[in-house]
């Protein structure tokens, strides 16, 4: 069974920067497109950025410059690097991957945004 597990949400002020990252295990042959969604407290669930498996990111405009996407094949790894967090990315911040044709998701970390 696959898994994907997310760490490094938490508590920042504004303008503060945090760093997630997501780790898929278990039986895989290939993890395709990985992404990070978020639910707001609104319950909207948004993209927020992905990357290919070739390392190609996209991003949504309200993160553009802001927010940075990677991965690492080798490890079947994904980071999200957060910078200049705002009280409107305050959320819960999931992972998801296609693995082997298979869309997975993680179980979410909640990342705070107050003073």
């Known amino acids: 069974q696959v898994q994907l597990v997310e760490s490094g949400g938490g508590l920042v002020q504004p303008g503060g920067s945090l760093k997630l990252s997501c780790a898929a295990s278990?039986?895989?042959?290939?993890?395709?497109?990985m992404g990070w969604f978020r639910q707001t407290p609104a319950n909207e669930l948004q993209l927020v950025a992905g990357v290919t498996s070739d390392g190609r990111p996209k991003y949504a405009d309200f993160v553009k410059g802001r927010f940075i996407v990677s991965r690492d094949n080798t490890k079947n790894t994904m980071t999200l690097q957060m910078n200049s967090l705002q009280s409107e990315d305050a959320a819960v911040y999931y992972c998801n991957a296609n693995v082997d044709g298979n869309d997975i998701w993680g179980q979410g970390t909640q990342v705070a945004v107050s003073s």
């Open positions: 278990g039986r895989i042959v290939t993890v395709n497109d």
